[in-house]
């Protein structure tokens, strides 16, 4: 299938212009920086000029998973390859995968998009020889992973790597064992070096970010930085992530919030229970997770139809685990999401998000939850289950690192899409499983 869509009209910055035209003499090129900073458009344009000089036939874009390697590299938002190579290129699939075959005049170049965030991910890259790979939001991918793609262009004619990503903490491990192993050039970009971007919503998103030093300087000035009021700065990749739940199931349970602009997020939770000396010891498994944002993908959808994907959501789990639920949680306030359900034949509660709880003039109510919450991960009664799929933890580990607290303590509005429905799903956990062990 020809695709046929098209990138025009699109006006670089000087910075832009020197990165696309720089040569290809570094290992790695790496674009950090803010969000909103035009690193990812230099990037696909690099990209594209490198598929065009390269001998070499096989490629690799990766990202979390699949479709958000097809979303940052292939459509990047009308300015992706799909774009760029217009009427050029065409979808196709073999032995090793999805990709996109791009005719150039130094010859056909094959683009494989793969996911590369989980432990298992080196399967899907197993006995490919590629000339170049492309990472999306490298901090976010399994290390191993990444070591991988580095060996599998060892024979390229022509070896290079680009990368992307928003600056992790100066602690992460991508640092000492990918940026200082291989042959590095960084590039730093701030909103500053966005052409779309006008001086006045600079502005605005500097005295916005002002708030919260970590943000301004993270998020603003494009800094590594300590996480600094992180709030679930304990969750641990190795610790709260699993390939199988533990012991056998006891319940199983939706938890949903509702937006339009804001996000949707609708998780299946399942309980088990591991036999002890003194008991039972009880976990609760985050087993899939269906995530939809208006704002972030700029497409609305009406309440019907998010409820209408829920109930598709709901069916796939059935399929996959063949579990019943229990229960399925809606915050109270979510009172559209809820009644799109019953009109489809689900039955909802309304989910506890902390509104009843008793606590002092100067704290929040969420904070119960919010403690129930970091009690789970610590103890590690809570963990989230590996998975392939559009229905993966993606949107849950972004959020996680990334929910913190403002200069006064309290919890941004922002970024807890996830992180509410999450809380919902803990307190049911916490009163029902933890508190009466």
Same mark, same amino acid.
């Given at each position: 299938? /020809? ?37 990812? /458009? ?10 065009? &000089?390269? %001998? ?17 590299? &292939? ?17 196709? +699939?073999? $032995? ?7 005719? /150039? ?62 600056? %992790?903490?100066? &602690? ?21 070096? +966005? %052409? ?13 970010? !002002? ?7 993270? @998020? ?79 497409? /609305? ?6 409820? $209408? ?34 009109? !489809? ?60 607290? @403002? ?31």
């Amino acid at each position: 299938m /020809t695709i046929k869509t098209k990138a025009s009209g699109i006006a670089f910055s000087d910075k832009q212009k020197r990165f696309i035209q720089s040569d290809f003499s570094y290992t790695l090129d790496l674009n950090e920086g803010t969000i909103r900073s035009g690193k990812t /458009t230099s990037g696909h344009f690099k990209l594209a000029k490198f598929y065009i &000089m390269s %001998p070499d036939e096989n490629h690799l874009v990766t990202a979390y998973n699949q479709e958000q390697a097809y979303r940052l590299f &292939m459509d990047g938002d009308g300015t992706g390859l799909v774009h760029i190579f217009e009427g050029a290129c065409e979808e196709k +699939n073999d $032995k090793f995968g999805a990709h996109i075959l791009i005719h /150039t005049p130094n010859g056909d170049k094959r683009i494989y998009y793969k996911g590369g965030g989980k432990s298992n991910s080196v399967g899907a890259i197993t006995g490919m020889s590629l000339g170049s790979v492309a990472f999306g939001e490298l901090n976010l991918l399994n290390l191993e992973f990444v070591q991988e793609c580095f060996r599998r262009t060892v024979a390229a004619k022509m070896r290079w790597h680009y990368a992307d990503m928003n600056p %992790p903490s100066p &602690m992460h491990p991508v640092i000492k064992e990918v940026l200082e192993v291989q042959r590095t050039r960084r590039t730093h970009w701030t909103m500053k070096d +966005n %052409p779309v971007l006008s001086s006045e919503r600079i502005e605005e998103m500097r005295l916005t970010l !002002l708030k919260n030093p970590y943000l301004y300087k993270r @998020d603003f000035l494009g800094e590594r930085v300590m996480p600094q009021g992180v709030i679930y700065a304990n969750f641990d990749m190795d610790k709260n992530v699993r390939h199988l739940f533990k012991g056998e199931p006891v319940e199983a349970y939706f938890s949903a919030d509702g937006g339009q602009s804001d996000a949707t997020s609708c998780s299946f939770n399942v309980v088990t229970r591991e036999r002890k000396e003194n008991g039972y010891q009880y976990h609760l498994n985050r087993m899939a997770h269906y995530y939809h944002s208006g704002s972030e993908t700029r497409e /609305t959808k009406a309440m019907s139809q998010y409820a $209408k994907e829920i109930v598709s959501f709901m069916q796939w789990c059935f399929k996959k685990w063949e579990f019943h639920y229990s229960n399925f949680f809606v915050d109270p306030a979510c009172k559209s999401l809820r009644e799109e359900l019953h009109a !489809l034949g689900i039955q909802t509660r309304g989910a506890d998000n902390n509104g009843k709880d008793v606590v002092g003039k100067d704290k929040m109510r969420i904070e119960v939850g919010i403690e129930r919450s970091k009690t789970c991960i610590s103890e590690e009664f809570f963990s989230i289950l590996e998975i392939d799929g559009k229905y993966d933890h993606y949107h849950f580990l972004k959020e996680v690192g990334l929910y913190v607290r @403002d200069d006064h303590g309290n919890p941004v509005d922002d970024n807890n899409h996830s992180m509410d429905e999450f809380r919902y799903s803990i307190n049911y956990f916490y009163k029902n499983y933890v508190k009466r062990g």
